[in-house]
């Protein structure tokens, strides 16, 4: 289930299960409705986001905070509107901008360091370390990385494309329910 809050201007509570039903219980029939078919779309993505951020196609994992992943569910009650959005957990920040938003693939050129054993010494491979330092068998060896991709950036390849994907997908099955629960609702 994603995680529900309720915001008052500046004001921003995470509600707990009972004031959660209690908040959607004032919502219509159509509302919750629409809002049920929205949720499991935001979950799934969620969901399958999770799965493939530190998998074959995403990233290596260090702190695992920016591939927490969720769907929340905000009731603004000043702009009269609920919002169900997808995005990480993580509210870390580097140069002004969320850090899932910066993480990305390995470029087609990336490289890695790894520490260099005695045969990458014996076929000239590695460098010593530190600069400048001829310490037997202590050095690196700068490499191609074997993960080297596109670089693209994760939040955008699985959450915001899949969002408007399913989003399109969505719109004839949303109304269908909107109609059918309006309908029942007169009859």
């Known amino acids: 289930m994603p995680v529900t809050r309720y915001t008052n201007g500046a004001v921003t509570v995470t509600l707990d299960d009972g004031i959660d039903q209690f908040v959607r219980s004032m919502l219509s029939a159509a509302e919750t409705e629409s809002l049920a078919v929205l949720e499991a779309e935001a979950e799934a993505i969620a969901a399958q986001a999770r799965r493939e951020w530190y998998g074959p196609d995403g990233v290596t994992r260090r702190t695992g905070k ?5 769907a929340v569910s905000t009731f603004d009650t000043v702009a009269g509107e609920v919002r169900v959005t997808v995005g990480s957990t993580d509210t870390r920040t580097e140069r002004g901008k969320p850090v899932a938003a910066l993480v990305h693939r390995p470029t087609a050129t990336s490289k890695i360091i790894r520490p260099a054993k005695q045969a990458d010494f014996d076929a000239g491979r590695a460098q010593h370390s530190p600069p400048g330092q ?17 670089g693209k950036q994760l939040m955008v390849e699985f959450v915001r494309r899949p969002v408007t994907r399913r989003l ?8 269908q329910a909107i109609a059918l629960k309006a309908g029942g609702a007169r009859g």
């Open 134 to 150: 001829k310490l037997k068998n202590h050095g690196i060896v700068v490499e191609s990385n074997p993960k080297a991709s596109d």
């Open 66 to 70: 920016s591939g927490d992943i969720v």
């Open 168 to 175: 399109r997908a969505l719109i004839p099955k949303l109304g």
